[in-house]
């Protein structure tokens, strides 16, 4: 007599390839669930400790705008401290200071207290006494400092204590840090019971916005600034936010149908078993018990060597691939209770799934079972339309509402993402109709181009399509990530490059750090006078000028530029006019003031005894431009009678050159004459800036590559083991008269189909969702990384020809009586 453990065991064993392919799919599934979920914990934990480096481990800023002349007192931070919930407090003063009888410019200066708070907002390390000074690296590179070196700021000596580093792909900051008991002495209005400007306030978890309510019931005047509540934070948290939803939805669709795939082919065997065992004579019961056991122990050894697959990639295989793509190291911390809970959740619902199947075969009887296991046709319904119909109204609605409260706000950000995300569904729900319609349809013409085996294969796919669809699910869900995940990073990418550029018009730009006056545009001469120099030109910082239309005043800024320089680099249009009374303004402030070329506008400035703009000249519009040239929207030129009037001082010189580190070498002369002169190239800035971009999203990168591995690997082991399986079918066609290359054809020609269907429908959706949630950025320009979308599908389609050649060729060259016997 044979147990109920015996008989499951033994047709374990008859059906062996059903088996490990069963396993194998679950381990892919239970990897891919759980590579998303670490990823998604690491990257919420890399944004974190990014807020955290940029602002340090404070909740609250709260003091009052310089404008409103009034700083914080004792009493003040007292009453501060007082509210529950409130766990450290640092004072914080700020002051505009002059260094080393440095007359042009002065500096940045914050006076800091030594507790933990403040050194983690501004980065330092040592505790400063009543004569230590911090500097930024470009004030010690300015003034040609070193740690121990002593520092005149506003005509007191200090001992320089530590360097600030620059961060890669920035430029160093221009900011001081001295003793808070010195620097709050320096501010207007300072009195005996000041403490600071601002105070930096660390509170209990999640008592941020609450303290903040409280601080401003205090006192209405007050500026209260949470940091949660900062733009940069907000946004970043709703990109990942938006980024880690559509991977989890679609990473979820790409393991809930292959394996769906995997126990449509497992029931399908399992029902052969059920009709046999029933049509014997077992009970419901018995036949529940074998089916259960070995359901069971499938799903123990898929969710259990899915964990320890999961694991591998996470620990050893992830940061070796980060490696080898020479990207940086990226945080791959493993919570492994995060990751036994999931594995134990996977388990739970799985056996859920199977019990229920397996409950309502069993109560079949052996004819039920063998007509539903070959019902596999594709039928809309009215049921269909009616769901159809709904979403789309709701998405409809969903998408209004989000332009109704604002596309930019979390509200709005939601509705978009819940909108795009059931379009996607009713793309997906529509598609295999759509399919099976177009491939009706073209059935004559393949037949009359391709041959009687493209059409005997399109023909035989159409019953198909919903037992294939999870496979083609798979794909359109990997290709959906693919695109929206590329597509993403190339855009992000591409706004670094486009910032680095809006900031360096030529290859080497020169920073006059002190506003010196003594530089001017005659060195320019000298510096094109360099072989390795292309051309050069000055700008000017924005300086303040009135113009008189009508009978009022309208205050504005003009920047001073090279007109003849800009015109012969093709900057800007043929000018024609005098320079010395020239004014150039754009279309923009053109039209809204009502002025034309050859117009004369009387220009002033502002006098301090008299308390109002007076006249001081007037100026001819010589040109009208299209944008801003330096953030003006007035323009003349260096030999305008302004500069002279107004002191205007070189900010920045722009040198074009193919050779940047030669050209840079060649320019030293300058930094003789003007030791505070700074250097920067453009490729250096974009090379850091692509280093720290690499840095944000080289965990993404190595995560991305599993994805799509372990992606293919389940698609071809569930394709393989369908075509496998329909090896009794293959049998018969060779019978009645089909070839063994013929049979190649057939089901490279099937294979292909599915491959190609998800592929194109996979990259349109992705397509859609991209711009759909670029609407959260109020319809921001995407960038799609086409390339990486094209390479990825040519090596999808060509896996997929490679591997299924071999096994048609396997098939095809099978003997015709040992297949007959098989089946």
């Avoid at 609450?210 to 600034?225: M, P, S």
């Avoid at 332009?403 to 793309?427: D, E, K, P, R, Y």
């Avoid at 990997?478 to 993403?488: H, K, Y």
Wanted: contains cysteine; negative net charge.
């Amino acid at each position: 007599m044979f147990t109920m453990r015996t008989i499951a065991l033994k047709l374990f064993r008859v059906a062996w390839a059903n088996v490990l392919t069963s396993i194998s799919i679950i381990t892919i599934s239970i990897c891919l669930v759980m590579t998303m979920s670490v990823y998604i914990w690491n990257a919420n934990s890399q944004m974190k400790a990014d807020i955290q480096a940029l602002y340090g481990d404070m909740d609250l800023m709260v003091g009052y705008n310089p404008d409103q002349q009034k700083l914080l007192t004792t009493q003040q931070i007292e009453d501060f401290s007082a509210l529950p919930g409130v766990t450290q407090i640092s004072n914080v003063s700020i002051a505009q200071t002059t260094v080393e009888q440095e007359k042009n410019t002065t500096f940045y200066t914050v006076g800091v207290e030594n507790d933990d708070l403040v050194k983690s907002r501004y980065h330092f390390a040592v505790n400063l006494g009543p004569n230590d000074a911090v500097l930024s690296e470009n004030v010690a590179r300015i003034f040609k400092k070193s740690v121990g070196d002593s520092i005149e700021i506003q005509s007191k000596n200090f001992v320089v204590q530590e360097i600030l580093p620059t961060m890669k792909g920035t430029d160093s900051p221009n900011i001081i840090l001295l003793p808070n008991t010195i620097v709050k002495t320096w501010m207007d209005n300072s009195q005996p019971q000041t403490v600071g400007m601002f105070a930096l306030i660390k509170t209990k978890d999640d008592l941020a916005k609450a303290i903040g309510t409280e601080l401003k019931q205090l006192d209405t005047t007050l500026r209260v600034d949470i940091m949660s509540d900062d733009d940069l934070f907000k946004q970043n948290l709703q990109s990942l936010m938006v980024f880690m939803i559509v991977l989890s939805v679609f990473i979820l669709l790409i393991s809930s149908v292959l394996l769906l795939s995997t126990f449509q082919l497992l029931f399908y065997k399992i029902k052969e078993q059920l009709m046999i065992l029933r049509a014997l004579g077992a009970s419901v019961k018995q036949v529940g018990r074998i089916v259960k056991l070995q359901l069971s122990l499938i799903i123990s050894f898929g969710v259990l060597l899915g964990t320890t697959m999961s694991l591998l990639v996470v620990k050893i295989w992830l940061p070796q691939l980060i490696h080898l793509l020479h990207l940086p190291e990226a945080r791959t911390e493993l919570p492994i209770v995060f990751v036994l809970l999931i594995a134990v959740v996977s388990f739970f619902i799985l056996q859920i799934m199977t019990q229920w199947q397996v409950a309502k075969s069993s109560r079949l009887l052996p004819l039920q079972i063998a007509t539903d296991n070959e019902d596999l046709g594709l039928q809309w319904t009215k049921l269909k339309t009616i769901m159809v119909s709904v979403l789309a109204v709701i998405a409809s609605l969903l998408l209004l509402q989000a332009n109704f409260t604002g596309t930019g706000s979390n509200q709005g950000a939601l509705f978009i993402l819940m909108g795009t995300l059931l379009v996607c569904g009713i793309i997906l729900l529509v598609i295999p109709y759509l399919f099976t319609a177009v491939l009706q349809m073209a059935l004559k013409p393949i037949r009359k181009v391709l041959g009687k085996e493209a059409f005997l294969a399109c023909q035989q796919l159409m019953p198909q399509v919903r037992k294939n669809m999870p496979i083609v699910l798979s794909i359109i869900g990997l290709m959906v990530i693919l695109t929206f995940g590329s597509s993403l990073m190339k855009t992000l990418q591409h706004n670094d490059l486009a910032f680095t550029e809006s900031q360096y018009e030529t290859a080497v730009k020169i920073h006059n750090e002190l506003n010196d006056p003594s530089l001017t545009p005659a060195v320019i001469k000298e510096m094109e006078a360099l072989p390795s120099v292309q051309y050069a030109y000055a700008q000017s910082n924005n300086a303040y000028i009135a113009l008189k239309l009508g009978q009022e005043w309208l205050p504005e800024n003009y920047t001073t530029i090279d007109i003849k320089k800009y015109v012969q680099i093709e900057k800007l249009p043929k000018i024609e006019g005098n320079l010395q009374d020239g004014l150039l303004v754009t279309k923009s402030f053109a039209q809204r003031h009502k002025l034309m070329l050859g117009d004369h506008v009387t220009v002033g400035t502002y006098n301090f005894e008299a308390q109002q703009d007076m006249p001081t000249g007037e100026l001819q519009i010589i040109g009208i431009v299209d944008a801003p040239i330096h953030h003006a929207e007035l323009i003349v030129d260096w030999a305008s009678f302004l500069t002279s009037q107004d002191q205007t001082i070189i900010e920045d010189i722009m040198v074009e050159t193919a050779h940047p580190q030669q050209t840079i070498d060649d320019l030293a002369f300058l930094e003789e004459r003007w030791p505070a002169l700074k250097f920067t190239d453009k490729a250096t800035m974009i090379e850091q800036s692509n280093e720290m971009f690499m840095q944000r999203w080289s965990l993404f990168v190595g995560v991305f590559i599993i994805l799509i591995v372990a992606t293919c690997l389940g698609v071809f082991q569930t394709l393989l083991h369908t075509i496998y399986t329909k090896r009794g079918d293959y049998a018969i066609q060779r019978l009645i008269g089909l070839s063994p290359n013929g049979l190649m054809k057939l089901i490279l020609t099937q294979v292909l189909s599915f491959v190609l269907y998800g592929l194109t429908i996979g990259t349109f959706i992705g397509l859609v969702l991209t711009r759909m949630l670029a609407f959260i950025d109020d319809g921001s320009s995407m960038s799609y990384d086409l390339l990486t979308i094209g390479i990825t599908s040519i090596t999808l389609l060509g896996s997929t020809l490679i591997v299924f050649a071999l096994q048609g060729y396997w098939i095809s060259r099978q003997k015709l009586a040992n297949e007959i016997v098989d089946i």
